[in-house]
């Protein structure tokens, strides 16, 4: 594994962490996407994985939410692992918002998103006040509660995104999971749903997300981590990661780094190529 940052794993180890994988190898039937890869998740940050398509970005995510089982190594959650944690319990703690997520035909929008209490839901333990606040709460903090009594069918792609981290934040996770959050969204919808994300990483949930604009995850991102043929090439901050370096490494791109304007985090502008 190439190691552009050797210093980062020690930065790393010194922060909090909850979520974290250990030599974590996996794939689909007897094929291995990732091979013996070691992540820590910062607690309350706002992680973004990046790197080339099929280079199993989705694959660590959905490993990361018990989707699927690795073949060797594991994921931990409060050091145990996610493998031997009853149903409900993870469900309690890590909250998932996958990359396609369709909903039943004419369901409306607050019957949608009061689907993410469930996991809070036993015999001894009905529906109650606390289950209508953490709908109400999720409703307002994504902007859709105008839209609580709306069918989902008839929602805008942005408008259908929010509802569904509405539900995903109606769990009430402290860490929750988004695959490509930002896909098939106009760029007015993608801002929408990363400042978002950056709101709830404020307020103290750990957010880890895959995302394939590069200078969309430099701008929101708190934590990056970038991937290469199934293996973790970096992790860091996004001034650690966001050097032509890594761009190059990562992508195959040549590119010149700039301070955005905006922000003055790291901005990538891909090299013309030269005239013949």
């Not at 761009?247 to 955005?260: L, M, N, T």
Request: overall charge negative.
């Amino acid at each position: 594994m190439t190691t552009l940052h050797p210093d980062l794993g020690t930065a790393c180890a010194k922060t909090a962490v909850r979520l974290a994988a250990q030599g974590l190898t996996a794939g689909y039937d007897q094929r291995t996407v990732l091979s013996e890869l070691n992540l820590r998740i910062p607690d309350g940050s706002f992680t973004v994985i990046i790197g080339p398509n099929a280079c199993g970005k989705s694959t660590l995510l959905r490993s990361l939410a018990r989707l699927i089982r690795p073949s060797a190594g594991e994921v931990l959650l409060d050091g145990s692992a996610i493998t031997s944690l009853p149903t409900k319990q993870l469900a309690r703690a890590v909250g998932l918002l996958p990359q396609s997520s369709v909903a039943p035909e004419g369901i409306t929008v607050t019957d949608l998103v009061s689907r993410g209490r469930h996991p809070h839901q036993s015999l001894l333990k009905r529906w109650g006040r606390e289950d209508e606040a953490a709908v109400r709460q999720a409703l307002e903090v994504t902007g859709t509660a105008e839209l609580a009594t709306r069918s989902v069918d008839e929602l805008s792609g942005g408008q259908r995104q929010r509802t569904w981290i509405a539900m995903a934040l109606a769990q009430q996770t402290p860490i929750l999971l988004l695959d490509e959050p930002t896909t098939y969204l106009d760029i007015a919808h993608q801002i929408e749903v990363l400042e978002l994300c950056t709101q709830l990483q404020r307020q103290g949930r750990t957010l880890v997300a895959v995302l394939h604009d590069l200078n969309q995850a430099l701008r929101y991102a708190t934590h990056l981590v970038a991937m290469r043929s199934g293996e973790i090439i970096a992790q860091g901050t996004p001034e650690q990661i966001g050097t032509a370096e890594l761009v190059q490494e990562v992508f195959g791109v040549a590119a010149r780094v700039i301070d955005d304007p905006e922000t003055g985090r790291p901005l990538v502008i891909p090299r013309a190529p030269a005239p013949d």
